[in-house]
Every structure is written in structure tokens, then in C-alpha cells.
């Protein structure tokens, strides 16, 4: 089944590496804009070189924002 995602806007976290990295590649094939947070800057940096410069990327690691 084909993703309908073409022009949707999609938050991923963790999407820098593994399942979140292929789900985020799976998006962008479909045409979804999208923010990928990762928790640091070597991870965002090899999913840009995969995802290319049009997907926005956040530092930030969601464990340790909880309380």
C-alpha cells in the first residue's frame, strides 16, 4: 500500500538511525516534509548526508526531558 504522505509534515524522533532513520526515508520517498530529532550532532549529520539539505533536523534527547 502506497503512503499518502505527499506534502504532510512529519515529526520523527529518534529518526537519525535505525527504524526511525528507515521510516524517515520511507516518508520522504512518499513526499512528507520532515523534522527529525536525534540526540546529537554526529547522528543528525549522517542522516542529512542520507536525507539530504530539504529535511529540518533537532538536537534534543526525549528520555531525559521527561520527569
Known amino acids: 500500500m502506497p503512503l499518502k504522505l505527499l506534502n504532510k509534515s512529519i515529526v520523527i524522533v529518534g529518526g537519525t538511525s535505525g527504524m ?7 516518508c520522504k520517498e512518499a513526499g512528507a ?10 547522528s543528525t ?3 542529512r548526508q542520507r536525507l539530504g539539505d530539504s529535511v529540518r ?3 534534543g534527547d526525549a528520555v531525559q ?3
Not at 516534509?33 to 536525534?38: E, K, M, Q, S
Open 20 to 26: 526511525g532513520l528507515s521510516a524517515a526515508v520511507a
Open 33 to 42: 516534509r520532515l523534522v527529525l530529532v536525534g540526540r546529537d550532532a554526529k
Open 45 to 47: 549529520g549522517t542522516a
Open 57 to 59: 533536523f533537532l538536537i
Open 65 to 67: 526531558a521527561m520527569p
